[in-house]
C-alpha cells in the first residue's frame, strides 16, 4: 500500500486498552513503544496506530478521520455514528443501566414526580425515559455519575460490570437499557476504498482466529479400531476430526478441536467408550 493508503488505526485507551492489547499481542501484532506514547509502532504491514479514547475513535471512524478502532457498543449507540462493525471481541462486557437510591423508590420503582437523571450517555437516556413515559430532564455528567444522587439527581444511567461500585453508593438497578463490549469497527468510507478493505479484513481473520481458539482446546486421543465409530459419533467438532491409523495397525489417533465448556462431559464419555492416552492442548490461533 502507498504511503496514502495507510489504514489509520484506533486503539482504545483505558479499561480496554490491556484486554485489545493482548489481543493483537495473541494475534502476532505487538503494539511497541513506550508506557507514556500515544502513537506505538505497530508489528503489522500497513497500519498506523493511535492510541486515543473510545468515543473519539467513534467519531473518527464516523467522520472518515480513522479507518479501524475498537470502541464499546455503548459509545457506538450514544454517539449514532455510522460505523461498520466487524468484529465483537466480548472484552469488557458490561451492561448499561438506570439505577436510582433505594430511599426514593416506591414498590421497586421512580418516583411518580419530575426526576432529574445524571448520565455520561445522554441520547441512549432520553430515549429510555421517552420509552418508560418518564417525566425526567437529564443532568449531563463527565465521569463518577453513582455519586451524583440523592443530592444533584435522582437517578442516573450508567455502565456497571458488576454493579458493585452502583450497590456501594447506595444505588439499586431498576433497568437494564442494553449490553456493550469492546468491538471492532471500521469507517464505511475505508471499507469502500478495496485496498483498504483487503488489510482490514486481514486483521479480521487474525483477530477471530485468536477468539475462536480461546473457546477452544485440541483434544487427542487414541482408540481401538472397533470402537471407532461408537466414540467418533459422540465427538463434537468444527467439521470432522482428524483420524490416522497408529504404527501397530491396530486402533487409531484421533484429534478434533472442541470447545472447553464440552471437556467435562466429553472426557469420561470418550474414557468409558475405550479412549485411551486422552491429552488436552490449548491452541493459539483457529482459522476456520
Given amino acids: 500500500m502507498s504511503q496514502k493508503e495507510t489504514v489509520k488505526f484506533g486503539v482504545?485507551?483505558?479499561?480496554?486498552?490491556?484486554?485489545?492489547?493482548?489481543l493483537l499481542?495473541?494475534?502476532?501484532?505487538?503494539?511497541?513503544?513506550?508506557?507514556?506514547?500515544?502513537?506505538?509502532?505497530?508489528?503489522?504491514?500497513?497500519?498506523?496506530?493511535?492510541?486515543?479514547?473510545?468515543?473519539?475513535?467513534?467519531?473518527?471512524?464516523?467522520?472518515?478521520?480513522?479507518?479501524?478502532?475498537?470502541?464499546?457498543?455503548?459509545?457506538?449507540?450514544?454517539?449514532?455514528?455510522?460505523?461498520?462493525?466487524?468484529?465483537d471481541t466480548g472484552l469488557d462486557p458490561v451492561r448499561l443501566v438506570a439505577a436510582a437510591p433505594i430511599a426514593i423508590l416506591e414498590a421497586g420503582r421512580?418516583?411518580?414526580?419530575?426526576?432529574?437523571?445524571?448520565?455520561?450517555?445522554?441520547?441512549?437516556?432520553?430515549?429510555w425515559i421517552e420509552s418508560r413515559g418518564i417525566d425526567a430532564s437529564v443532568l449531563v455528567s463527565y465521569g463518577a455519575t453513582e455519586v451524583l444522587p440523592p443530592e444533584d439527581a435522582d437517578c442516573i444511567v450508567d455502565n456497571t460490570a458488576t454493579g458493585a461500585t452502583l450497590a456501594a453508593?447506595?444505588?439499586?438497578i431498576i433497568d437494564e437499557l442494553m449490553t456493550s463490549s469492546?468491538?471492532?469497527?471500521?469507517?464505511?468510507?475505508?471499507?469502500?476504498?478495496?485496498?483498504?478493505?483487503?488489510?482490514?479484513?486481514?486483521?479480521?481473520?487474525?483477530?477471530?482466529?485468536?477468539?475462536?481458539?480461546?473457546?477452544?482446546?485440541?483434544?487427542?486421543?487414541?482408540?481401538?479400531?472397533d470402537r471407532l465409530e461408537s466414540v467418533v459419533r459422540i465427538l463434537p467438532c468444527m467439521r470432522e476430526p482428524t483420524v490416522s491409523p497408529l504404527h501397530s495397525l491396530g486402533g487409531y489417533a484421533v484429534k478434533s478441536a472442541v470447545?472447553?465448556?464440552?471437556?467435562?462431559?466429553l472426557i469420561p464419555d470418550i474414557k468409558a467408550r475405550g479412549g485411551s492416552d486422552i491429552v488436552v492442548t490449548r491452541p493459539e490461533q483457529i482459522v476456520v
Fill in 182 to 225: 469492546t468491538r471492532l469497527y471500521a469507517s464505511p468510507r475505508a471499507m469502500e476504498c478495496p485496498d483498504k478493505r483487503a488489510e482490514i479484513e486481514r486483521l479480521v481473520m487474525l483477530l477471530r482466529s485468536v477468539l475462536e481458539a480461546r473457546q477452544r482446546v485440541m483434544i487427542e486421543f487414541n482408540i481401538g479400531a
Fill in 12 to 22: 482504545p485507551k483505558g479499561r480496554m486498552f490491556d484486554g485489545v492489547a493482548a
Fill in 25 to 87: 499481542l495473541d494475534a502476532g501484532i505487538p503494539l511497541l513503544g513506550t508506557s507514556r506514547g500515544y502513537r506505538p509502532r505497530i508489528e503489522f504491514g500497513g497500519f498506523e496506530a493511535k492510541i486515543l479514547k473510545p468515543r473519539a475513535i467513534t467519531e473518527m471512524l464516523a467522520t472518515g478521520a480513522r479507518d479501524v478502532g475498537f470502541a464499546g457498543r455503548d459509545w457506538v449507540d450514544e454517539s449514532g455514528a455510522e460505523v461498520v462493525e466487524l468484529l
Fill in 259 to 265: 470447545r472447553r465448556s464440552e471437556l467435562p462431559a
Fill in 110 to 127: 421512580l418516583p411518580d414526580r419530575p426526576i432529574t437523571v445524571a448520565t455520561e450517555y445522554p441520547r441512549l437516556a432520553r430515549g
Fill in 169 to 172: 453508593n447506595g444505588l439499586r
